[in-house]
């Protein structure tokens, strides 16, 4: 579902409510076996009943506490050269990888995404009563779902802009490295701390995610970034 997310003050940039929207989604249902495999149990069927079990259980919790938000909007590129993404609105990132992701788009969807605070909560309530395992378990199950999440944010976001001719592109982060080169080895680092330079882009907007002084995110269930637009030409070719 897809809305417009209320702008509670002016900003340097012009960013005006009508250009912030929101997105949410159902909740994910990830599968036990892939939170196995996250602690390493390479074969589900010969892991403990206990333990199993307990994937079992904490796959339905995480899909009964989690509630699928985004906020986002569409920023025009101005340019992207020499590891220099500069957006509208007088905002820039720095990651030599940009030159390679993001070098035939001409806008990026920036988002914040978050599968709310429930999961975050459960936890800690399990370790608080001293339950590790099933705290660990939540704890995969959450990032599984985020990244289930995100694939289906994507997916909306496809679809609204095959009408206007345009292909969603490369997805970054800051936090994360990617190689600087197609096929080579060395990987350079958006860093973290652009995070507070993506916040920018949501000026006076109430997000459903909070930035931390650290550049963390809280709920710690969250993902941020942006995907690149190109024009479906420029993709399929």
């Known amino acids: 579902m897809l809305k417009d997310v209320p702008d509670s003050s002016a900003d340097p940039g012009g960013i005006g409510a009508s250009e912030i929207r929101s997105w949410s989604g159902p909740s994910v249902s990830v599968d036990p076996r892939q939170i196995l495999r996250v602690h390493r149990y390479s074969d589900p069927d010969a892991v403990r009943p206990a333990i199993r079990e307990a994937a079992e259980r904490v ?3 995480v899909a009964e506490l989690a509630a699928p938000v985004a906020a986002y909007r569409r920023v025009p590129i101005e340019q992207c050269a020499g590891g220099t993404l500069q957006l509208a609105g007088d905002v820039s990132f720095r990651c030599e990888a940009f030159d390679r992701l993001m070098h035939d788009c001409s806008q990026v ?4 995404l978050t599968l709310g605070p429930e999961v975050d909560d459960k936890v800690v309530g399990l370790m608080d009563a001293f339950e590790p395992l099933d705290a660990l378990f939540v704890e995969a199950a959450g990032w599984l779902s985020i990244e289930l999440t995100t694939r289906m944010f994507a997916t909306s976001l496809r679809r609204d802009l095959d009408g206007e001719g345009l ?4 997805r ?3 936090g994360y490295s990617y190689r600087k080169e197609r096929g080579g080895a060395e990987r350079v680092e958006w860093p973290l701390d652009e995070q507070i330079e993506l916040f920018k882009l949501f000026g006076g907007a109430a997000l459903p995610v909070t930035l931390l002084e650290s550049c963390a995110m ?3 269930m969250s993902r941020s970034g942006v995907f690149g637009v190109a024009a479906a030409e420029n993709r399929a070719s």
């Open 167 to 170: 292909a969603l592109a490369s």
């Open 109 to 112: 969807v920036a988002f914040v």
């Open 218 to 220: 809280q709920p710690k």
């Open 59 to 61: 796959a339905g919790q």
């Open 172 to 174: 970054m982060g800051p």
